[in-house]
């Protein structure tokens, strides 16, 4: 437990050096930028670790994996955030954990959140995710809706009982015009960002860049990036 926790803290203090740097380049207060832990695949033992260390933002991709985690973690001072896509008939797990939901990407789910919300006597934050790969009114690759169906969806869920809208969420896309233009990206999201604020100021969340690309988010303007890689390392396969 000791070395992992030695591992874990040397990991920790080397993302936090890039994300201070990034900042420093930005011309960004440090302050401005949240770290946000993606502890998937990984034991409730690493995010006992973490919490020690002083992070407070967690990410879980799969409910199945995150409702124990969270369960065994439920002592300690943290946000949980789900990251994945998200099955509606999963929603009522994860609003009995998740402070923060950053995959919302459709009307149904939107109506599942807030009515388990309502049910669990819980607000939700909620990030849209939005599919930079997507065309004028699809879904990307990995969910997310498109550029285009912000407004309506954002509407939606500002409207919605139990839930809060915070902001935008993405993922650098594989495909399109923005595959390996992640900064290009991240910049277009910003843009998206500020039309949103411009009806629902509170929404200011930005969600972007992962172990590979938080600089260029960071430069961008995101307020949260999302590392897991980076900080608990590459975990085997199973299988």
């Not at 985690?69 to 998200?86: I, M, R, T, Y």
């Not at 902001?167 to 495909?175: C, E, I, Q, R, S």
Request: charged share 25%.
């Amino acid at each position: 437990m000791t070395d992992r926790k030695t591992e874990l803290a040397a990991n920790l203090a080397k993302v936090e050096e890039r994300i201070a740097a990034a900042c420093a380049a930005a011309g960004r207060k440090r302050e401005e930028v949240t770290l946000i832990v993606v502890t998937k695949t990984y034991p409730a033992s690493d995010v006992r670790i973490l919490s020690g260390l002083g992070v407070r933002q967690v990410a879980e991709n799969r409910d199945q994996d995150a409702a124990p985690k969270a369960a065994e973690c439920v002592d300690l001072p943290l946000s949980w955030h789900f990251v994945g896509q998200l099955q509606t008939n999963k929603v009522r797990s994860v609003v009995g954990y998740a402070d923060l939901v950053q995959s919302v990407d459709r009307s149904r789910l939107v109506e599942a959140l807030s009515r388990e919300a309502v049910r669990a006597g819980r607000e939700v934050g909620c990030l849209l995710q939005v599919a930079l790969d997507a065309g004028a009114s699809e879904r990307g690759e990995r969910g997310g809706v498109a550029p285009g169906g912000i407004e309506e969806l954002g509407d939606l869920v500002a409207g919605s009982p139990g839930l809060r809208l915070d902001g935008l969420m993405t993922v650098a896309p594989l495909t399109g015009e923005y595959a390996g233009r992640q900064r290009a990206a991240f910049d277009r999201l910003m843009d998206l960002s500020t039309d949103l604020r411009r009806a629902h100021p509170a929404a200011n969340m930005v969600s972007a860049g992962m172990s590979a690309d938080l600089e260029e988010a960071v430069a961008a303007g995101a307020t949260h990036v999302r590392v897991g890689t980076a900080v608990l390392g590459v975990r085997p396969r199973l299988g």
